[in-house]
């Protein structure tokens, strides 16, 4: 029988023994672990210890096989009463909650999954979707660990349709039966307005009298499941500093905490989660999250989007039609795979087509489609137009949405209503117009049909009203509106600046002014454009900035007159496609661009993905579009191609606009990139003389390849300074070639070919990098696998070699003797070297007294970078201590991840009093306090010294400590202390 009950459950039995049978159960013990080969209980322990401290022991021992152990004693002593009663609890109680979960299920189906198209949401679970929902905990890995499973779909997609069915097939006893003994729903939108609560609360609020204790429920959290719905919802990015989450399940915490220490795993770790959010916001949140597998929520399918449409058409004829029209528009389609939002397209063609109107001009782009649904449900069926009163009640909605949108609320109580000019009275005609549905937990809260719903109608706020008279100060201008959406700050923004941009387009303007009665603003557009110049001109905002976002906006305005103006001054592009929508609104943005500087780009895998000939013919006339970029710009100076599969043909069609006599870029950036025809290529390099970056990286490159290399860098005319080859899969039989190019080759400055095993050909390098006329500058070898007669080889080149300036040799087995023979070159006072490079490379405490020799002796080296090693205080009291040196000229030094504490700080800040050169510090992820870092702020601030960058993760830290570290930034003019890597 399977462990229900921990050290509590088992004090509990054990206490319903007498004194004999206590000492009997005590006697049986002794034997009954050998005979079950389970590790043996020390007798001395078992002898003295008390029922509780017992009970500790056997779940110390025997952990889950603590209560078979127990019930077979039980039975050996003659106590079966005790036994069969705890069978009863383990099988009943359990089962008695999942009636009482099938139960609320089956009450909450309509409410939670109403739309007109209930047929397609029968809440019946068939042995297809079994089937399905069990492929959700089989992991793609073989670690032995709790699952923790991301469902991930867009905004209603249907990924709480999946947790309903996988919940109501758990209760129904079809499946997880022998995983999970309990399952238990959080919506992160619900609960988040619990405001502070316990997790037991949370677990329990919905089932007020519990078979079970709680204690006893979670006495085996390896049997529960955790479902986590719309992550997007939390309010919170993970970073809270360990220190404020939370272990106790029965202590009131902000519930914002509570599930903060679910997730990453600070309260019953042992648990199994599934979490469903958008892609957005995994995309801002999954690295904090430890998990096992993610998977997908797709939606509906081709054939049940079509289904959906004969079902409100009834007509064959014209729901083939209709639906013609709505598949060839790819962002439409995309859309209909969403429930909800199928309905909504569906139904407003249907509108379209009883009012004798032409459904293609709505599906001219999806703000047209939402246009005129949502103007459709102001206007009876009957009128010509609207009524005051529903031109009021929809400025009063558009309000309440864009103060939701500023304020990530999305689910509103009547004053939230009222406060937008909605009255009580209003609230039924929204109900019965679906634009606004009752909350699941409440009566008197409420929520957009759709997250869409709400984002279009914050956007027409925008053209009616001005921000300055909404009654809410949250509520900001356009220009912030715009680098807000476009730079991702909320991420659960994701069609509100493209809406805005669509309803600029011509017709649109015109079914706003016809349905309001008066002319909208026209300066919004002038405001667009000019604030996004600006953002193009400032270089930190412009980094900021996903351009795939600003390419969806100008492709739903269709304008191409402003889209040319646009990318006339956007002169550096960066994006990745991830499907076929993606790649088509770059390629109409690229089509109308002619002055680019920068382009970076990747389309990922949609070429291989690609099934049927129609499609893949499609997507090949938009990968020329973006190709031909390259002709077409011819200021064109870095073009960088990452993460992407090419096809023969579509390698051909980026291979001919390469070799276009315009297309001479200065830096070309070729990463993870699969090539047609390298030797191809490789000679398309020789013909641009321009090139002086060349970057690889992660392109597999055989001998042959290196080869051609060489003689691309062998000849006169070659100007490539940089060479980035690092993870090429090159061989230590490359390094003959490469000794010959540093040799030879009179303009390479800098090469990194880290990540790949270089070790037995090293000799071959190091000779060539001796050699009176080799130039090389910079070499990166971090991660080459480099053994103990490496540091031989290398410790020569640094003798030796007068124009090397920096060498990178992290991530090797470097130790404190192979950092001994370097120093011992870097000690000689003509020693050339200004940069080391040595993060985790395996040093010590002892490694830094052969570091503080160099510092103390060698002027030249003015940036040292030891991260990621064990150097502890005492170690770095050794660096403090050479630092301190008039010989010394450090201006950078990295410290981070050197098991440090708060003892050091008062080394450091000695240090950077009396040295006048150091300039940066970093000191991430160590476990320094603050008593500590008050210390090293006020030597900051006293000496007024040339030291301004302290690299510390402000989140690391208990608020208290973020606190003086903000003042201290605030006061000291002189200090920057960055909050991230």
């Known amino acids: 029988m399977a462990s229900f009950f921990s050290d509590f459950g088992l004090m509990w039995y054990l206490q319903e023994l007498n004194k004999k049978e206590f000492m009997k159960f005590k006697e049986v013990l002794k034997q009954e672990g050998l005979q079950c080969g389970l590790q043996q209980i020390p007798w001395m322990e078992v002898k003295k210890a008390s029922r509780e401290d017992l009970a500790n022991l056997l779940v110390k021992y025997y952990e889950k096989k603590a209560w078979d152990v127990t019930l077979s004693i039980f039975q050996n002593i ?24 099938k139960n609320k299920l089956c009450q909450d189906w309509s409410r939670k999954f109403y739309i007109p198209i209930q047929y397609f949401l029968k809440p ?16 793609e890995t073989t670690e032995k660990r709790p699952h923790t499973v991301l469902l991930k779909g867009v905004s209603g997609v249907g990924k709480t349709l999946v947790l309903f069915q996988l919940m109501l097939a758990w209760s129904e006893g079809l499946l997880f039966q022998d995983e999970f003994s309990y399952i238990f729903y959080l919506c992160c939108e619900e609960v988040k307005q619990l405001k502070t609560e316990s997790l037991a609360y949370l677990m329990f609020r919905e089932w007020s009298s519990p078979s079970a204790s709680i204690v006893e429920i979670v006495s085996q959290p390896a049997k529960l499941l955790f479902i986590i719905d719309s992550l997007e919802g939390l309010n919170c990015d993970l970073t809270e500093p360990e220190l404020e989450l939370c272990d106790n399940w029965m202590e009131k915490r902000p519930v914002n905490i509570l599930l903060s220490s679910l997730l990453r795993r600070k309260m019953l770790p042992e648990s199994s989660l599934l979490i469903a959010g958008t892609p957005e916001s995994f995309d801002q949140l999954e690295h904090r999250i430890d998990y096992t597998d993610m998977k997908t929520v797709t939606g509906f399918d081709e054939n049940t989007i079509r289904m959906c449409f004969q079902e409100l058409f009834q007509d064959e004829s014209t729901a ?34 009883e009012k004798a109107r032409d459904p293609a001009s709505v599906c001219r782009c999806i703000t047209s489609v939402y246009t005129a649904y949502i103007l459709n449900l102001f206007i009876p069926k009957s009128a010509h137009g609207p009524s005051k009163k529903g031109q009021d009640l929809l400025r009063g909605l558009c309000s309440l949405a864009a103060e939701g949108m500023w304020t990530d609320k999305f689910v509103f109580n009547q004053e939230d209503l009222g406060r937008n000019g909605i009255v009580s009275s209003d609230i039924s005609t929204l109900l019965n117009m679906s634009v606004l549905l009752k909350s699941k937990d409440s ?43 476009l730079s991702k700050v909320r991420v659960h923004w994701i069609y509100l600046g493209c809406f805005i941009f669509g309803l600029l387009h011509k017709s649109e303007q015109e079914k706003l002014q016809a349905f309001f009665g008066y002319q909208l603003s026209q300066e919004v557009e002038q405001k667009l454009c000019q604030s996004l110049e600006e953002i193009s001109i400032d270089e930190d905002l412009w980094e900021q900035v996903d351009d795939m976002k600003l390419f969806y906006c100008l492709f739903e ?58 499609s893949l013919e499609k997507l090949l006339i938009c990968w ?203 000690s000689l006072p003509d020693s050339a070297l200004k940069s080391l490079i040595v993060e985790r490379c395996l040093i010590t405490t002892s490694g830094c007294q052969h570091l503080a020799e160099v510092l103390s002796s060698n002027q030249n080296l003015t940036i040292l970078q030891v991260s990621n090693n064990k150097l502890q205080d005492t170690g770095v009291k050794l660096l403090c ?33 009396q040295n006048k050169t150091l300039w940066s510090i970093n000191l991430l992820q160590n476990t320094l306090d603050r008593s500590g870092l008050a210390i090293l702020c006020e030597a900051l601030k006293q000496h007024r010294c040339t030291m301004h960058v302290l690299r510390l993760r402000i989140t690391d830290f208990d608020k208290e400590t973020q606190e003086l570290l903000t003042a201290e930034e605030e006061k000291n003019p002189y200090l920057i202390i960055l909050s991230t890597v």
């Not at 069969?84 to 109680?93: K, S, T």
């Not at 984002?455 to 027409?460: G, R």
């Not at 201006?891 to 000695?910: F, H, Q, V």
Request: hydrophobic share 40%; aromatic share 8%.
């Open 320 to 353: 083939q039609n209709v639906f013609r029209l709505v598949r060839e528009k790819e962002q439409l389609f995309r859309m209909c795979h969403i429930p909800t939002l199928c309905w909504a397209v569906a139904t407003c063609l249907k509108n379209e087509k």
């Open 557 to 614: 305005m269709e304008n191409e007159a402003f889209v040319m103006q646009v990318m006339d001054f956007w002169q550096r592009i960066k994006f990745v496609a991830k499907n076929y929508s993606d790649l088509m609104v770059a390629a109409y943005c690229l089509r109308n661009c002619f002055s680019l500087q920068t382009l970076s780009f990747s389309i990922q895998d949609i070429l291989q993905e690609v099934q049927d000939q129609s």
């Open 881 to 913: 201590d050479a630092i301190k040196q008039p010989n010394c000229h450090l201006t950078t030094l990295g410290l981070g991840a050197c098991e440090l504490t708060g003892a050091s700080c008062e080394d450091l800040a000695s240090a950077v009093s």
């Open 78 to 101: 003659n106590r079966n009463d005790l036994s069969e009663r705890a069978a009863r609890e383990i099988a009943g109680q359990s089962k008695i909650y999942q009636a009482h979960l």
């Open 124 to 139: 019946e679970v068939t042995k297809d979707k079994v089937s399905y929902l069990q492929q959700l905990f089989i992991s």
């Open 443 to 485: 009566k008197n809260f409420y929520k957009f049909h759709h997250p869409s719903i709400q984002e279009f109608c914050a956007a027409v706020f925008y053209l009616v009203k001005s921000h300055e008279d909404h009654p809410s100060k949250d509520v900001q201008g356009i220009e912030t509106l715009l680098f807000t959406f």
């Open 624 to 826: 020329q579009d973006v190709c031909s970029v390259l002709v077409r710009s011819q200021q064109l100076h870095i073009i960088q191609v990452k993460d992407t599969y090419l096809t023969d043909l579509a390698s051909l069609m980026l291979y001919n606009c390469l070799k276009h006599p315009t297309c001479t870029p200065r830096e070309l950036q070729v990463n993870n990139v699969t090539l047609w025809n390298k030797n191809m290529f490789i000679d398309l390099l020789s013909q641009n003389h321009n090139l002086h970056h060349l970057d690889l990286n992660l392109t597999s490159l055989a001998n042959s390849d290196v080869k051609l290399l060489f003689d691309l860098l062998n000849q006169e005319e070659c100007s490539i300074e940089e060479l980035q080859l690092a993870d090429c899969q090159l061989s230590p039989d490359d390094c003959m070639i490469f000794s010959c190019i540093l040799i030879s080759n009179k303009t390479l400055r800098h090469l990194n070919i880290s990540s790949n095993k270089l070790d037995k050909g090293m000799h071959l390098l190091c000779k060539a990098l001796c050699h009176p006329d080799c130039v090389l500058e910079y070499l990166v070898l971090s991660n080459c696998s480099l053994s103990e007669q490496c540091w031989d080889y290398l410790s020569d080149v640094l003798k030796r070699n007068k124009i090397l300036k920096s060498l990178d040799i992290s991530s090797n087995d470097l130790k404190d003797e192979g950092l001994k023979v370097l120093c011992k070159s870097l």
